[in-house]
């Protein structure tokens, strides 16, 4: 139940050890000033410094102003610990337009995604002009937070989408044991880990010669939200379900080896495996910090879970990383069959704020 550090060079909330928890949130804005922008990313900075440690969101807390006002709390994490809170913050490509004079800021890394074959985007959960990740190992915790920025955001921003996920599906360090997926199979095992410091230096964080100086320490977010259809997975062989991920169910060993963490021999899957197809290899040595999360939104009114992985993954530059990663997985995995992508976000996430004086984005501004 501890609580992790707000400032630093980099946002906690990436490398940091997965938390079990996730309330992830898209805002647009609809104030169209950009000193009232500026202000509210002040204020939500110093609510974030706040909740990540256990406090209130405001200094009267949820008991301890006027009765006659409302309180600058909500109240629903009286008592709770920190429980391991981080929140993220990351700006769409919505926010360089010509609103608030960014549009030569926009990094050519946050450049759109391109169509991928049998994508089903709602546009109305898909984008949005700042994103914030809550993460945190009690789900109260993580939503009291996103309650909170959205509370004080009122009249300035408007919240455009919002995904609860239940459970981590990845591992961000080798201390952690690798969760399982909704389609029963350890998940993470060959991600990129915290402790791997040239690949998290070369492949997570971007650097001032990449073009946007702003974006020194930060890195790129890309958000999925991937339904599976669970029914008819569940109906799917044993052997072909592993045969389509390239390694075993129980164990998570890859085709042809014993244990979880042997190296992969891709040779030994079915050409179309998806470890095969997303592994670097494939890819230029492109690697992903993946981070994501299970979801299950009820049914669908037909019968059916709503239910599937909220993928979130980050990394140095989408066009090299994520993109052809997807490009691949989009034309030629046989796991297309059970799923569907059907909300797509990417965000620029700024540097770490520093100390009390500094606040999320202030490079950009
Ligand atoms: C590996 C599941 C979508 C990229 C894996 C593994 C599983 C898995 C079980 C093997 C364990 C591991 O190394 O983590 C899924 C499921 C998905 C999904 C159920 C959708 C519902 C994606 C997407 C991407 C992606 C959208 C990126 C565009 C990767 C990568 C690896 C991987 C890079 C590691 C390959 C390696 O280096 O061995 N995935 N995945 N996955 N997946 Fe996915």
């Known amino acids: 139940s501890g609580a992790f550090p707000f400032y630093g060079e980099h946002q906690a909330g990436i490398v940091t050890p997965a938390q079990d928890r996730l309330h992830f949130v898209a805002f647009d804005v609809t104030t169209t000033r950009r000193e009232e922008l500026t202000g509210l990313l002040q204020e939500w900075t110093a609510a974030a410094a706040r909740l990540t440690q256990g406090r209130d969101a405001g200094a009267s807390g949820a008991v301890g102003g ?7 709390d909500t109240g629903e994490a009286l008592g709770l610990p920190a429980s391991g809170l981080t929140l993220t913050v990351g700006f769409g490509a919505s926010l360089f337009d010509d609103r608030f004079g960014l549009a030569a800021r926009r990094p050519a890394a946050l450049a759109d995604l391109p169509r991928f074959p049998g994508e089903r985007l709602i546009p109305e959960i898909s984008g949005g002009d700042i994103c914030v990740q809550a993460c945190a190992h009690d789900p109260q915790v993580a939503v009291h937070a996103i309650r909170n920025l959205a509370r004080i955001g009122f009249g300035k921003v408007t919240v455009r989408w919002s995904q609860l996920g239940f459970g981590r599906t990845s591992s961000t360090s080798r201390a952690q044991t690798t969760p399982r997926n909704l389609m029963g199979f350890k998940d993470g095992t060959n991600n990129m880990k915290l402790e791997d410091d040239d690949l998290v230096r070369d ?13 020194a320490g930060g890195s790129y977010l890309v958000t999925r939200k991937i339904r599976m259809t669970i029914e008819t997975w569940d109906r799917t062989s044993l052997r072909e379900q592993e ?14 080896k014993k244990n979880e963490f042997d190296p992969v021999d891709l040779a030994a899957m079915k050409p179309d495996a998806h470890v095969r197809l997303a592994h670097p290899t494939a890819h230029a040595n492109a690697h992903l910090l993946r981070r994501g999360y299970n979801y299950v939104d009820g049914s669908d009114g037909l019968g059916r879970l709503d239910a599937g992985l909220f993928f ?6 989408p066009r090299r990383q994520f993109v052809p990663v997807q490009m691949s997985l989009a034309k030629n995995d046989p796991l297309n069959e059970y799923i569907k992508h059907v909300s797509s976000g990417m965000f620029a996430c700024p540097p770490g704020v520093r100390d009390a004086g500094d606040y999320w984005g202030r490079q950009l501004f």
Do not use: C, S, V
């Not at 006027?66 to 600058?72: N, Q, R, S």
């Not at 492949?203 to 974006?215: C, I, N, S, T, V």
């Not at 045969?243 to 042809?256: L, W, Y």
């Open 243 to 256: 045969d389509i991920f390239g390694r075993d169910k129980n164990e998570g060993a890859p085709a042809g």
């Open 66 to 72: 006027p009765p006659e006002a409302a309180p600058d």
């Open 203 to 215: 492949q997570l964080w971007a650097a001032a010669e990449d073009g946007a100086d702003w974006m």
């Open 312 to 317: 979130i993954a980050y990394q140095r530059d």
